[in-house]
């Protein structure tokens, strides 16, 4: 059997686990301990633990739970709600007001939160609701929030930035701004799409049964604004030099369960400890995605099957544009059956060398990676956005919610194809900060 032949048995392997319900970490670290032991013998038991350890053993690590436990302090409290209620005071005028307050409230908390389904939730739960009584279409408001959860990777902090950066050995600093203006590119083409499908089908939205005045609109301020000077702290401490991604994530963390505790009162012992236990859960179950990730990697590189599909991509006889649109396609297939943190440690280490030997920027090729696992967030099978929303409104059907977030997966591949023509758009930010790359 030839390498690339194996790496096929590999993949058809690690897809039938998943699709039998199989958790991605013990997926990845069965596949990885069964191909060894059958190929390399039972003598590749004693590099288990050792690879295990080896996947975590990166101090810059240390700021994903941190990053995590900053955004389950502000899911906690009625920081979305009083985000939401806050664009909702200031935009209730306007025509499709509702809709534009829902994707601006799932931008920012995205990125308050870092999270896709926690800002689904946190904005669904009021949005979809307030949109359907207002005349919305089930289909659009649904679609709108599932997709604007999505901004949640992209717009820093990012948990999957930072992974992409450690994989590449890539700077953190700097996949955090190339991520800002691309967010916002995402956002406003949301947005675009919303008013203009609802004009066309000639849906005449309610304004608000009563007004706001001036003090109801600046009253909710104070409320929202400590946490977008935290988001602001954060990220100038990062590119100013200050901190480290990992102090950064440290302060910014502390700062955020002591905001939710003055601010919204959130000082019982019980719902901190719901505040860590929620935290320690999804930090865990990354960390051990990761080391499984770090195994399973091994055994690709180990039965040379890595070192063998590289050679064969390196080796197709087309231009770097053609090569960039048949690994575009790879991902998007990835994105559909694995998460974007299994996506990154597994692809990225052996995509960036051939990206970046055809003369593309390893940035902007995270930033491009990250839209297209946001494409797999609202996609089947796995489509995790799409099953958060569907458990908020069980009443709407799965397909009419997968129908409402076709048009935005559409979107987010024209913001890939305008990231491919105009690559400025990601990494002008960072250069025009932190200086050009050497």
Known sequence: MTTLALGLVVAATLIVLLLLGTPVAFALGAVAVVFLLIFDGPGSIGVLADTLFGGLNEFALLSIPMFILMGAAIASSRAGSDLYEALERWLYRVPGGLLISNLGACSVFAALSGSSPATCAAIGKMGIPEMRKRGYPASLATGSIAAGGTLGILIPPSITMIVYGIATETSIGRLFLAGLLPGLMLTLLFMAWSLFYAYRNGYRFKIGDRGYSWREKFVILPKILPFLVVIALVLWSLYGGVATPSEAAGVGALVCILLVVFIYRVWQPVRLWEILRSATRESV??????????????????????????????????????????????????????????????????????????????????????????????????????????????????????????????????????????????????????????
């Open 285 to 438: 179950m990354i960390m051990l995605i990761i080391a499984t990730a770090a195994l399973f990697s091994y055994m690709m590189s180990s039965l040379h099957i890595t070192q063998s599909l590289a050679e064969w991509i390196a080796g197709l006889d087309v231009n770097k544009w053609l090569l960039l649109f048949y690994v575009n396609i790879f991902l998007l297939v990835a994105g559909l059956f694995l998460p974007p943190v299994a996506v990154i440690l597994m692809a990225a280490p052996t995509l960036v060398p051939i990206i970046t030997q055809a003369g593309f920027d390893p940035i902007w090729f995270g930033v491009l990676l990250t839209i297209n696992m946001e494409i797999g967030l609202i996609t089947p099978p796995v489509g995790l956005n799409l099953y958060v929303i569907n458990g908020i409104s069980p009443d709407i059907k799965l397909p009419t919610i997968l129908w409402g977030a076709l048009p935005f997966m559409l979107a987010m591949v024209l913001g890939i194809v305008l990231l491919a023509v105009f690559p400025g758009i990601a990494t002008w930010l960072p250069d025009h900060l932190m200086g050009a790359q050497q």
